[in-house]
C-alpha cells in the first residue's frame, strides 16, 4: 500500500472535484464530503459487508428524487471516502487519483438518485 498523508489525499479529493462536471459538483446541497481510513463498523453492517470486502466510498443520506420540494433541513447528507481502501486497490499515483474523482462521481450519482446499475452504464459509455 502507498504511503499518503491525510493531507495529500484530501488534496487529491479537492483536485478531483475541481476536475468533475461542474454542474453536478453546484448542485450538491448539504451534503459533507469526508474521509476516513476505513469503514465504522456501524457503516460495515448497514450496508452488509462481509469480511474481507473493500468499500471504497460510501453516500449517506436522502437521494435527491426521494425528497420533497422545501428547504433542506437538519444534519447534510455525507460522502465518505475511504483512504486505505483506495489506497489498497491502486498501484501508483495516477491510478490514486483516477480511483478518487471515479470513486466521488460514483458517490455523487448516489446523491442524485442513480442506482449502481445506471450509473454502471454511464461509466461505460464514457
Not at 488534496?11 to 481510513?37: F, H, S, W
Not at 449517506?60 to 433541513?73: A, F
Not at 495516477?94 to 455523487?108: A, N, P
Amino acid at each position: 500500500m502507498q504511503e499518503l498523508t491525510d493531507e495529500q489525499f484530501d488534496a487529491l479529493i479537492t483536485r478531483a472535484m475541481d476536475e468533475l462536471p461542474q454542474e453536478y459538483i453546484t448542485g450538491l446541497e448539504n451534503v459533507a464530503i469526508v474521509m476516513e481510513d476505513e469503514p465504522s463498523p456501524q457503516q460495515r453492517e448497514k450496508m452488509k459487508l462481509r469480511d474481507g470486502t473493500v468499500l471504497l466510498g460510501l453516500y449517506e443520506g436522502v437521494p435527491l428524487i426521494h425528497r420533497g420540494n422545501g428547504p433542506v433541513v437538519g444534519m447534510p447528507d455525507k460522502i465518505t471516502l475511504f483512504k486505505h481502501s483506495i489506497l489498497r486497490v491502486t498501484h501508483n499515483e495516477e491510478e490514486l487519483f483516477e480511483q478518487i474523482k471515479r470513486t466521488l462521481w460514483h458517490e455523487i450519482a448516489h446523491y442524485y438518485g442513480l442506482d449502481h446499475g445506471r450509473i454502471h452504464e454511464l461509466e461505460h459509455k464514457k
